[in-house]
C-alpha cells in the first residue's frame, strides 16, 4: 500500500504543479506552500525542485526573475503552451479514471 | 556561539550534504537544484526564530538523499563496468602484442575516445612507433661497421670500414629515441590503467 501512495503521488505531483502554474506564474517556495496546504501532496519540500527541473527541461514550464521587495530576485515558473496541452490531456484522463476508481470503490463494499 | 553564527552553519553543512547526494547528476542540473534550494532556505528563513525553528524547516525540505534520488530518477544505467577481463587483457596486450590489445581497447567501453586514441598512437606499434622506427633503424645501418677479410698471399687480414662517427647530437639523438621507443609503451600502459581507475 505504501508503494502504491507513492507512486501516485510521485505521478500526480508534476500535474499538480502545472495547473497551479496554470492559474498564475509562481516561485518556488509559493508553489511549496501552496502544495503544503493539500494533505499528503508534499512529503519532502526539496523534491519540488528538481521536478521543477525536469518540467523546465521538458518544455512544460519556462522560467523568469522578477524583483523582489523582500529580497533578492525570485525566479518564476510558468506554464508554456505544450506545457498547457499536456495538462489539459492529463485534466481529461483523471476525471474519468478517478471518477471510475471512485465509483467502484463506491459500491457499498468499501466504508 | 552566537545563534546566527550557528544557523549559517547548519544550512551550510545542510547544502554541503545536498551538493555531496547530488554528485552524479549533471553539473547544470546540480547548480541548477542547489541555486533553487538556497533561495528556498532563504525565503523560509525569513519568519524563523531560532534553531529548532530552522532545523525544523530542513526536516520538512528533507534528507539530501531524498532530493538527490528525485533529481537523479529516470537517468540511463550509470558509468559502465570500470575493470573487466576485457580491459585487463587490453591493458597488457597493448604494449606487448599491439594489433591484438589495440582491438581489445576499441571494443571495451572501460576507456573514452580520448584515452583509446592515446593507447593506440604511442608505441610500439603505434604511428609514432612507426616513425621513430624507421629513422632509427635507418640511423643505425648508415652507422654500422662493415668489415670482413681479406685473404693476400696466405695472410689473412680482417679489416674494418667505419663510416666516420656520427656527430654528437645524433647519437644524442638517437638514444633518447630508442630510450623513448621502449619507454612510452610502458608509460602508455600506465595511462590507461590509471584512466581506468579514475571511472
Known amino acids: 500500500m505504501e508503494v502504491t501512495v507513492t507512486q501516485m503521488r510521485k505521478g500526480l505531483l508534476e500535474y499538480c504543479v502545472m495547473a497551479l502554474l496554470a492559474e498564475q506564474p509562481r516561485y518556488g517556495y509559493e508553489l511549496v506552500q501552496e502544495l503544503g496546504r493539500s494533505d499528503g501532496l508534499l512529503i519532502s519540500d526539496g523534491t519540488i525542485y528538481p521536478l521543477l527541473s525536469r518540467l523546465r527541461r521538458d518544455g512544460a514550464v519556462e522560467t523568469s526573475w522578477r524583483e523582489s521587495s523582500q529580497g533578492p530576485p525570485r525566479k518564476y515558473y510558468a506554464l508554456t503552451e505544450p506545457g498547457r496541452r499536456r495538462l489539459a490531456a492529463f485534466s481529461a484522463e483523471w476525471r474519468s479514471f478517478s471518477a471510475a476508481v471512485s465509483e467502484i470503490l463506491g459500491r457499498g463494499a468499501v466504508r | 556561539m552566537s545563534s546566527q553564527v550557528r544557523s549559517q552553519e547548519i544550512v551550510a553543512d545542510y547544502l554541503s550534504r545536498l551538493e555531496r547526494a547530488l554528485a552524479g ?28 525553528e530552522l532545523l525544523s524547516m530542513l526536516d520538512r525540505l528533507g534528507e539530501p538523499a531524498g532530493v538527490a534520488e528525485a533529481a537523479l530518477e529516470g537517468e540511463p544505467a550509470p558509468v559502465p563496468r570500470r575493470a573487466g577481463l576485457l580491459e585487463v587483457l587490453a591493458l597488457v596486450l597493448t604494449p606487448v602484442f599491439w594489433p591484438a590489445g589495440v582491438i581489445l581497447l576499441w571494443t571495451s567501453s572501460g576507456w573514452n575516445v580520448r584515452d583509446k586514441l592515446i593507447g593506440t598512437l604511442l608505441p610500439p606499434g603505434g604511428y609514432i612507433g612507426v616513425l621513430f622506427g624507421f629513422p632509427l633503424i635507418f640511423l643505425r645501418i648508415a652507422y654500422t661497421c662493415g668489415g670482413g677479410s681479406t685473404t693476400i698471399n696466405g695472410v689473412t687480414t680482417g679489416f674494418s670500414n667505419c663510416p666516420p662517427p656520427p656527430p654528437g647530437w645524433v647519437s644524442g639523438l638517437y638514444y633518447a629515441s630508442t630510450l623513448l621507443w621502449f619507454l612510452l609503451p610502458v608509460l602508455s600502459g600506465v595511462y590507461l590503467g590509471l584512466r581506468l581507475r579514475r571511472r
Open chain 2, 25 to 52: 547528476a549533471p553539473r547544470a542540473r546540480r547548480e541548477e537544484i542547489l541555486a533553487d534550494v538556497r533561495a528556498h532556505i532563504e525565503e523560509a528563513s525569513a519568519g524563523l526564530t531560532g534553531e529548532a
